[in-house]
């Protein structure tokens, strides 16, 4: 039986991840991590699954091979990610316009409800926590806005209002 694999090859648009120091830190030990420890182990996976016998018909094999592919594109991101990442300093944050790492009081205007986000990269984003990705449309519409500027965000239900109340760290 045959199989037939195509690869298609295409260069990812590499975006600049703003992160501050301590994430930029987590990111390269968890890089050192996959690469002196989980890479020699996949490897050690494979190679015990190959000593098994006939390829073709071991599930081990193919799985260590899987694990090792999903390691290797992990490998490859973070790479990309901590080669392009700009560190944020917090003392170094202008609060007169909403940037990255502000924490930004909002009110909508359609409910009166008021919310404070703190605006961050795409890897530090967790809404639960009150910290929306610059990237986001909401976050992309906050930036550069000053204390009294609306803020006009297209969301699938509409254009949503929200007026920038106050700006922090």
């Not at 071991?58 to 392009?84: C, F, H, P, V, W």
Request: proline share 3%.
């Amino acid at each position: 039986m045959w199989r037939c694999i195509f690869f298609i090859s295409f260069k990812p648009k590499i975006m600049s991840e703003y992160v501050t120091k301590e994430t930029f830190e987590k990111m390269r030990e968890e890089l050192q991590r996959m690469k002196g420890i989980d890479r020699p182990a996949a490897s050690r996976a494979i190679a015990e699954a190959r000593e098994k016998g006939d390829l073709k018909e071991n599930a081990e094999y193919d799985a260590a091979k899987e694990a090792q592919g999903m390691l290797e594109a992990r490998i490859k991101q973070l790479e990309g990610i901590i080669s392009t990442a700009k560190i944020v300093d917090p003392n170094s944050i202008d609060t007169s316009k909403v940037a990255v790492l502000t924490k930004v009081t909002i009110t909508n205007l359609g409910t009166k409800k008021t919310i404070t986000y703190q605006i961050v990269g795409e890897k530090e984003a967790d809404l639960k926590a009150g910290k929306i990705s610059a990237s986001s449309p909401i976050g992309k519409g906050l930036l550069g806005k000053a204390i009294g500027e609306v803020a006009e965000v297209q969301a699938p239900t509409g254009i949503i209002r929200f007026k920038v109340e106050g700006i922090s760290i």
